[in-house]
């Protein structure tokens, strides 16, 4: 490759101390001017730290080793303190995932955009307000000349992630370090910011590194794409390539996991949990989940099991390389990856979709309910004004059914479940919930009836409590079990696919995964009739979402439970949703089966929200690809 702006060779970091842990495992990494190269992975698989490894920003208790770093023709290695601030925020770009994590709440937008600027050049304060205001605007803020001179809490989370995206590129950077840069955005916001992205890119011709565990992510920006688990490479490759003919069963997975977006997809979850760097298998990290290994013959899974692959090049029969004469190939980290070229869908198992009884009778009617909240100041306490948050609403949710709510952040999905479950009442309007018997349920039955699952199982769990406490005390308030909580623990855990021994720990002992299963538990253990899940695979690895979708689905044939699901992946609720309803400024604007929704649209908000939709097939990305120089892709 020609004009690479990012060279990394056997990129090792692991902890100090006596048993030093490996975050990164020999890693390799090459981006070209003008190119979009992804590191893709699941947590813990170490693509941050590699990342960060860049420009050298790793945490005191680790230490780096390489064969060779190379930024924008800088020696990272051996860069002394002026050499690295040179690379920081002059010729390399970083675009954090949190924007509000890393502006300073006291000082205006506008200046911190343009301090990188400001210091290399000495600017004076006139010419900066003058730069600030114009690279704003050229990220798309509306009023820049204003906006510059206001505060980060003044600004939307998707406005904050523009502003993130002018600091990062006010140097005119050859390359840019981008992490996780749409995972915190609406899906309307992420597509914006993928376009910000590639036409920024394409007015400097940088190079950029993006970090992510989004697949759509790394269809809609990436040329190349490399897979990491465990602290290493797993895949490398072209990204329609990868997408297209995956040569590592782990990349396979992966795509077979993701929701397709089609009704009853076949959602395949990878078995088991991410291994971490704590718990990493000898040989290949990926054996104990791989579902390949399993249909190897006995002395190929002890290979699996004892030996550690290397990454080595596969070509790909058919396919036409960048010289126009051999075939594209990619590099993989597998002993029978060649064997992935005559493979499809790797076994795993399938979630089948049980759909409804259509004549069933609702569990629960939304009748014309509104809410509205009133603004105060914070200093003075004075009223600023009204935000009316939901806006004469009704509906029906069907015994069995599974409703998709869906809307971007502020469109009043979340307020809706809130009320659903009883947590705010609404100012008009009502929300009956019906028993087996279609009479209404009041008072602490209600309660019983309607159970709310949380976004972030971690929050809504009390550190210091066992799991077995946890589900014993929601027993305990309602005087179920009594006599028999042990055993009535031990089933809810069975239900939703955890171990007994599981009881005895404590949540911040368990996964991601694991927690928002015990989450699920505890709502269960009412014995409800409707789930109002809020976002609960939004904090989930890509695999573990599977997992829970499987679980979800599951729990609905056999226990005949309704959902509520309230997202903003639309992906997830095609997956999962008999139907949808679509909320926009607090109002519905439609409602309909996910065939309608997804297929016929009718309002033009639905069709912007499907629109935004990120797809795994780079072939039908959502928004264009941006012109690469020839040389970046060789
Ligand atoms: S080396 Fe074995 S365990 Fe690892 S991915 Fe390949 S088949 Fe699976």
């Not at 010419?127 to 205001?133: H, I, S, Y």
């Not at 759909?355 to 509104?370: E, I, Y």
Request: hydrophobic content about 40%.
């Amino acid at each position: 490759m020609t004009d690479a702006v990012l060279t990394v060779r056997e990129l090792r970091v692991r902890t100090r101390g006596d048993a030093p842990l490996a975050l990164v495992d020999g890693v390799d990494i090459d981006v070209g001017l003008g190119e979009t190269v992804a590191l893709v992975g699941e947590s813990g698989s170490g693509k941050t730290m590699a990342a960060r490894s860049v420009l050298r920003l790793l945490p005191a208790n680790v230490e780096l080793t390489a064969g060779g770093l190379s930024a924008v023709g800088t020696d990272v290695l051996a860069a002394d303190g002026p050499a690295l601030r040179g690379l920081r925020g002059g010729r390399v770009g970083m675009i954090f995932q949190d924007p509000m994590a890393n502006f300073n709440p006291v000082l205006p937008v506008g200046r911190q955009v343009t301090e990188p600027v400001r210091i290399r050049q000495r600017m004076s304060k006139r010419a900066g307000d003058k730069l600030a205001a114009e690279v704003l605007g050229h990220v798309g803020i509306p009023d820049p000349e204003r906006r510059c001179r206001e505060y980060p809490h003044q600004f939307s989370g998707g406005m904050l992630q523009r502003a993130m995206i002018a600091m990062a590129l006010v140097n005119r950077p050859s390359l840019v370090i981008a992490d996780e840069p749409t995972t915190a955005l609406d899906a309307t916001l992420q597509v914006k910011i993928v376009k910000l992205l590639r036409l920024l890119q394409s007015e400097i011709n940088a190079g950029i590194l993006v970090i992510t565990h989004d697949l759509g992510l790394v269809a809609e920006l990436a040329d190349r794409a490399s897979v990491m688990y465990a602290g290493r490479i797993m895949e490398t490759g072209r990204v329609g390539e990868l997408f297209a003919r995956p040569l590592h069963p782990y990349t396979r997975a992966l795509l077979d996991s993701r929701p397709e977006g089609r009704t009853g997809a076949d959602v395949r979850a990878i078995p088991g949990e991410p291994a971490t760097p704590a718990t990493r298998p000898g040989g290949c990290a990926f054996h104990p989940r791989c579902r390949l290994r399993v249909e190897r013959p006995a002395a190929d899974q002890a290979r699996c099991v004892d030996e550690v692959p290397v990454l080595r090049l596969v070509a790909l029969p058919g396919t036409t390389g960048t010289t126009g004469s051999t075939p594209s190939s990619s590099l993989a980290a597998c002993h029978f990856a060649t064997e992935m070229l005559t493979v499809g869908h790797l076994a795993q198992p399938r979630a089948d979709h049980v759909p409804p009884d259509p004549d069933s009778a609702p569990v629960v009617t939304v009748a014309g309910v509104s809410k509205r909240f009133v603004t105060k100041s914070a200093w003075s306490g004075r009223r600023t004004g009204v935000t009316q948050a939901v806006d004469d609403v009704s509906f029906t949710l069907g015994h069995g059914e599974s409703l998709g709510l869906v809307g971007e952040s502020g469109s009043g999905k979340s307020t809706l479940g809130r009320m659903m479950v009883r947590l705010i009442e609404p100012d008009t309007g009502g929300i009956t919930v019906h028993a087996q018997d279609a009479s209404p349920v009041t008072g602490q039955q209600f309660r019983r009836t309607v159970q709310w699952v949380h976004q972030d199982p971690y929050g809504s769990l009390n550190p210091k409590m066992t799991i077995r406490r946890l589900i014993t005390e929601v027993l305990a308030r309602y005087r179920l079990a009594s006599g028999s909580r042990a055993a009535r623990v031990t089933e809810l855990l069975g239900l939703v696919g955890l171990p007994p021994d599981l009881a005895e720990r404590y949540p911040h002992q368990l996964s991601g995964g694991q927690r928002q299963r015990v989450a699920i538990a505890r709502a269960l253990a009412v014995e409800p009739r409707v789930l109002v899940l809020d976002e609960p695979l939004s904090a989930l690895d890509v695999s573990i979402q599977a997992q829970v979708i499987t679980l979800l689905r599951r729990l609905r044939a056999d226990l005949g439970l309704s959902y509520v699901l309230i997202s903003h992946d639309l992906n997830v609720v095609r997956t999962i949703c008999d139907r949808v309803a679509v909320m926009c400024e607090g109002r519905l604007v439609e409602v309909g089966t996910v065939d309608d929704i997804y297929d016929r649209p009718q309002h033009p908000y639905t069709k912007t929200l499907l629109s935004a939709m990120l797809n795994v097939d780079p072939e039908d990305r959502a928004v264009p690809a941006s012109p690469v120089t020839s040389t970046a892709r060789s």
